[in-house]
């Protein structure tokens, strides 16, 4: 089902910068997937109740996970890559196992996704 609601995507030259936002009040989990045409979902980004944020290595020193608010997660995402292009999803759980790819989080609440295109 879909709880949650992404925004922020879009078209952008390959270098170029996006910020994808997401309401996600109340929980203690949160974070992105994607998952590019043709290939499985992969985690991007997660945070937990505390603060503590983790990547995948291939968005590493790249993007960034953080919320404002307390009410909505945002991932920005500098020196996008063709090989970025993908449909973007928000996730949240209320859940103390918090760790990309943890089985709670993919469990939990997702958004219906947001497109990111980059062209070289």
């Known amino acids: 089902q879909v709880q949650l609601q992404e925004s922020g995507g879009g078209s952008v030259r390959s270098g170029g910068s996006l910020r994808l936002s997401c309401v996600a009040s109340?929980?203690?989990?949160m974070g992105w997937f994607r998952q590019p045409p043709g290939r499985g979902r992969e985690g991007v980004a997660v945070?937990?109740?505390?603060?503590?944020r983790n990547y995948a290595q291939f968005v590493m020193d790249r993007f960034t996970n953080y919320q404002d608010m307390a009410k909505t997660l945002y991932l920005r995402m500098n020196d996008l890559q063709p090989e970025d292009s993908a449909m973007y999803y928000c996730?949240?759980?209320?859940?103390?196992?918090?760790?990309?790819?943890?089985?709670?989080?993919?469990?939990?609440?997702w958004g219906q996704g947001t497109q990111v295109t980059v062209s070289s």
């Open positions: 109340g929980y203690t989990c």
């Open positions: 945070i937990d109740h505390a603060g503590v």
């Open positions: 996730a949240a759980v209320r859940s103390d196992l918090c760790y990309l790819g943890s089985p709670s989080l993919t469990s939990g609440d």
